[in-house]
């Protein structure tokens, strides 16, 4: 019933720029914290960006200074802005957040289906 769902992703240019967008719908209590992750051929899929619900955020080496994260608690949204795009940011990328779906129900994590972000040379 929990959903993440990604928009925004598409082709683009070195140097270009995208904004993402990830909306959590159906029965949610609480969000503690929502990143983003990606996930290229042949690698692991690692952490871009996260943010909790106060604000607080954390981003992988390769994207500081490039890439910001922001939410909209009243919405259950994050994005990420990505500036200065690399043909190495092409990947899919994928919405996580982890959530309380009642006040007395458990922290759970949940995924979306994932946007693939390309960048051309």
């Known amino acids: 019933q929990v959903q993440l769902v990604e928009s925004g992703g598409g082709l683009v240019q070195a140097g270009g720029s995208l904004r993402l967008s990830c909306a959590a719908s159906?029965?949610?209590?609480?969000?503690?914290?929502m990143g983003w992750y990606r996930q290229a051929p042949g690698k692991q899929r690692e952490l871009v960006a996260g943010i909790t619900s106060g604000g607080s955020t954390n981003y992988a080496d390769s994207v500081k200074g490039r890439f910001t994260i922001s939410r909209d608690n009243a919405k259950n949204t994050v994005y990420l802005q990505m500036n200065s795009l690399k043909p190495e940011d092409t990947a899919v990328y994928y919405c996580?957040?982890?959530?309380?779906?009642?006040?007395?129900?458990?922290?759970?994590?949940?995924w979306g289906q994932g946007t693939q972000v390309t960048v051309s040379s």
């Open positions: 996580n957040g982890n959530l309380k779906r009642t006040v007395l129900g458990g922290w759970y994590v949940y």
């Open positions: 159906g029965s949610i209590f609480s969000i503690a914290a």
